[in-house]
């Protein structure tokens, strides 16, 4: 049975091993280089014979894919060079035990990964062909971390991070541990903040890999120590993320008797709970700290300002006074409006701006932390939402009898 199946698209393999020993042996010289081809060819027979895939795939990955530069530059054709690397990667078809087919993908995607400096681009071309190749889900999530590491090392990860916005669904599928999703958020983290993408992008990444310290002993959510500094300064920084329950995350909570980063978590605590005034305060006596963290402070007084509007705003009264917003976010009376305006456009609050009577009406306004007490709130509301219906659907069935009751008596009146 084994024979039966080792021949199918032997012809194409051996010709690859062909090929690639050919290309890997032409400086040797015609004698080394027929002997070493005969060698490797033979070598390469025994295995398809055997149904040894995985010394197979060994065997010629390991001069495909550091010999790239070489093939390329000897075989021109782009289109054919890849056909040879599916060929090779196709091997993955073949195993029927799941522990030799992880085995082979981890082989084959770090053998592609490797001298990430020679055409990145290419390689992560054939990395993702090998992921797609590839049905059990957990070789397809160790392929995919080796194409992150390529990715990263050879600055090509323009064209890996579209597949970020699939990671929910891809999470589903690989069904992955606690630590090997440590793994995956960081690798993302670390290229977002590489590729500067958006500030709330890395801090989504950086989030769920907090998250997964959760119930961890301290000596293991001391790893996360660093991760958790660095997204208290992304979050700081960010002009556009003003929503974040890190305060309750215990992997960012550890910080705040931390002997390094006590003051971090003490401004983070300011931008989630507090006003402008307690972060010029801060400001005063740590502005040292501020600047070699990377933070700029007028940025940070303009985020503040905002934050502050939003906590005027969820004092429950509905209304607030230009007066106190002036006081507030220390500005002039003429600025009042347009920070006003900026808290709406940033979608922090809806409001209408009354000014005859010089206030603002608010209708709604973000949460700027959403812990066990906003909780709390909106299970009341719902609480009482559903009160309210159960209020009206009993009113429409006792209308409902009362009619019915009251068309039974008028026809009862009904001369026959």
Same mark, same amino acid.
């Given at each position: 049975?084994?024979?039966?199946?080792?021949?199918?698209?032997?012809?194409? $393999?051996?010709?690859? $091993? %062909?090929?690639?020993?050919?290309?890997?042996?032409?400086? !040797?010289?015609?004698?080394?280089?027929?002997?070493?081809?005969? %060698?490797?060819?033979?070598?390469?027979?025994?295995?398809?014979?055997?149904?040894?895939?995985?010394?197979?795939? /060994?065997?010629? &990955?390991? /001069?495909?894919?550091?010999? #790239?530069?070489?093939?390329?530059?000897?075989?021109?054709?782009?289109?054919?060079?890849?056909?040879?690397?599916?060929?090779?990667?196709?091997? $993955?078809?073949?195993?029927?035990?799941?522990?030799? #087919?992880?085995?082979?993908?981890?082989?084959?995607?770090?053998? &592609?990964?490797? *001298?990430?400096?020679?055409?990145?681009?290419?390689?992560?071309?054939?990395?993702? @062909?090998?992921?797609?190749?590839?049905?059990?889900?957990?070789?397809?999530?160790?392929?995919?971390?080796?194409?992150?590491?390529?990715?990263?090392? +050879? =600055?090509? &990860?323009?064209?890996?991070?579209?597949?970020? =916005?699939?990671?929910? @669904?891809?999470?589903?599928?690989?069904?992955?541990?606690?630590?090997?999703?440590?793994?995956?958020?960081?690798?993302?983290?670390?290229?977002? =903040?590489?590729?500067? /993408?958006?500030?709330?992008?890395?801090?989504?990444?950086?989030?769920?890999?907090?998250?997964?310290?959760? +119930?961890?002993?301290?000596?293991?959510?001391?790893?996360?120590?660093?991760?958790?500094?660095?997204? &208290?300064?992304?979050?700081?920084? !960010?002009?556009?993320?003003?929503?974040?329950?890190?305060?309750?995350?215990?992997?960012?909570?550890?910080?705040?008797?931390?002997?390094?980063?006590?003051?971090?978590?003490?401004?983070?605590?300011?931008?989630?709970?507090?006003?402008?005034?307690?972060?010029?305060?801060?400001?005063?006596? @740590?502005?040292? #700290?501020?600047?070699?963290?990377?933070?700029?402070?007028?940025?940070?007084?303009?985020?503040? %300002?905002?934050?502050?509007?939003?906590?005027?705003?969820?004092?429950?009264?509905?209304?607030?006074?230009?007066?106190?917003?002036?006081?507030?976010?220390?500005?002039?009376?003429?600025?009042?409006?347009?920070?006003?305006?900026?808290?709406?456009?940033?979608?922090?609050?809806?409001? =209408?701006?009354?000014?005859?009577?010089?206030?603002? %009406?608010?209708?709604?306004?973000?949460?700027? $932390?959403?812990?066990?007490? *906003?909780?709390?709130?909106?299970?009341?509301?719902?609480?009482?939402?559903?009160?309210?219906?159960?209020?009206?659907?009993?009113?429409?069935?006792?209308?409902?009898?009362?009619?019915?009751?009251?068309?039974?008596?008028? *026809?009862?009146?009904?001369? /026959?």
């Amino acid at each position: 049975m084994t024979t039966g199946r080792a021949y199918i698209g032997g012809g194409s $393999v051996l010709s690859v $091993v %062909r090929f690639i020993a050919e290309m890997s042996w032409a400086e !040797a010289g015609p004698e080394v280089a027929e002997q070493e081809v005969s %060698r490797l060819c033979l070598e390469a027979k025994e295995c398809i014979v055997s149904g040894r895939w995985l010394d197979l795939a /060994s065997l010629m &990955i390991a /001069s495909a894919a550091c010999n #790239l530069t070489l093939i390329c530059h000897l075989f021109a054709l782009t289109l054919d060079l890849e056909c040879i690397f599916t060929i090779i990667c196709d091997l $993955v078809k073949r195993p029927e035990s799941l522990d030799e #087919l992880l085995e082979m993908a981890k082989l084959l995607s770090t053998k &592609i990964a490797q *001298q990430p400096n020679d055409k990145p681009a290419l390689r992560l071309k054939i990395m993702i @062909n090998l992921y797609n190749l590839l049905e059990n889900p957990y070789s397809r999530f160790c392929v995919y971390m080796n194409a992150l590491k390529l990715a990263m090392e +050879g =600055k090509v &990860i323009e064209h890996i991070i579209p597949s970020f =916005k699939k990671i929910d @669904n891809l999470l589903k599928e690989w069904d992955l541990g606690v630590q090997d999703q440590r793994y995956l958020f960081l690798a993302i983290s670390n290229i977002l =903040k590489e590729h500067k /993408s958006s500030p709330k992008e890395t801090i989504k990444f950086l989030t769920k890999y907090l998250a997964t310290f959760s +119930g961890e002993d301290a000596n293991v959510m001391d790893e996360a120590k660093e991760e958790a500094a660095h997204t &208290i300064i992304e979050f700081v920084k !960010a002009p556009d993320s003003f929503q974040h329950d890190l305060l309750e995350m215990p992997a960012v909570a550890q910080l705040e008797k931390d002997t390094k980063y006590a003051l971090l978590y003490q401004l983070l605590k300011i931008f989630q709970t507090q006003r402008l005034d307690a972060y010029l305060d801060f400001h005063a006596t @740590n502005s040292a #700290l501020l600047k070699s963290y990377g933070l700029v402070h007028e940025e940070c007084i303009a985020k503040m %300002r905002l934050m502050s509007i939003v906590d005027l705003a969820s004092n429950g009264s509905g209304q607030i006074p230009f007066s106190l917003i002036k006081d507030t976010l220390k500005i002039e009376e003429d600025e009042v409006e347009p920070w006003v305006v900026k808290a709406i456009t940033s979608k922090l609050i809806d409001c =209408k701006i009354d000014q005859m009577n010089q206030v603002i %009406r608010v209708s709604r306004c973000t949460e700027r $932390v959403f812990g066990p007490h *906003q909780w709390q709130a909106l299970r009341e509301k719902l609480a009482t939402w559903r009160g309210n219906i159960a209020n009206v659907i009993t009113t429409i069935q006792a209308n409902k009898v009362n009619e019915e009751g009251t068309q039974g008596a008028m *026809q009862g009146l009904v001369i /026959s």
